[in-house]
């Protein structure tokens, strides 16, 4: 696993090998990604591959934006 601190999250795993401001663009991304929602029945869905986007709970496999389901 990632060692990672509460204050920069998830991309805490890139150190200081890139650049803040694009830390802040991913971390933002990231959590926008994470906090999608089946329209079906309203669990966290997962990402596939970019525009894909399938529910574990209900099975359902749908389409939308790259990072986020709603485009």
Not at 7 to 35: M, N
Not at 42 to 60: L, T
Request: proline letters at 4%; hydrophobic letters at 25%.
């Amino acid at each position: 696993m990632y060692s990672h601190t509460k204050k920069v999250g998830s991309v805490g795993r890139y150190g200081p090998r890139i650049g803040r401001k694009i830390r802040d663009e991913i971390k933002k991304i990231e959590d926008k990604t994470k906090k999608s929602k089946c329209p079906n029945c309203g669990k966290k869905i997962k990402r596939i591959s970019p525009g894909i986007w399938r529910c574990r709970f209900c099975n359902s496999i749908l389409t939308g934006g790259a990072y986020t389901i709603n485009a």
